[in-house]
């Protein structure tokens, strides 16, 4: 879950690996401050994460690890 604030809002999330291959790419919608994004497809790794929303761009690193 992604959580924004008090907002109500849509944006796109992507997904790159460390080598600058986007993985995912999606559309999303921000409902009360909330959102829900699918990663089950992604497999284990570390990944960039990228989140365009109302002008904004934020990143960072996200580790997804399906053994736990």
Known sequence: NLKIGN???????GLMDLQGRTVLKSKFHISNGRTRIDLEDV???TYI???H???SQYSGKIIIDKLL
């Open 49 to 51: 994460y990228l989140i």
């Open 53 to 55: 929303l109302e002008g």
């Open 43 to 45: 497999p284990s790794g």
């Open 7 to 13: 907002i109500y809002s849509s944006g796109i999330f």
